[in-house]
């Protein structure tokens, strides 16, 4: 039987940059992994082959993928 292969899914921040005249997307929970493209839809492109680079050194290392931790929290103003 063929192994599934599992996908992993990440919370990516893009946001415009005017002073590169383009977008820069970031990975909050890959610190360091990030990358940018002149409109939004190449730097999501450009952000997954950076993914995808990030994972494939953890596991070289032997490391784990961070998991994602999320807490709600109320403020009030």
Do not use: H
């Amino acid at each position: 039987m063929k192994a599934m292969k599992t996908t992993k899914k990440f919370k990516v921040f893009l946001q415009y940059d005017p002073e590169y005249d383009g977008y820069v997307a970031e990975v909050p929970m890959l610190s360091g992994c990030m990358s940018q493209g002149k409109t939004a839809e190449e730097a999501l492109q450009n952000i997954e082959e950076a993914i995808k680079g990030y994972l494939k050194v953890l596991k070289q290392r032997g490391q784990t993928v961070p998991q994602e931790e999320v807490r709600y929290v109320t403020v009030g103003v």
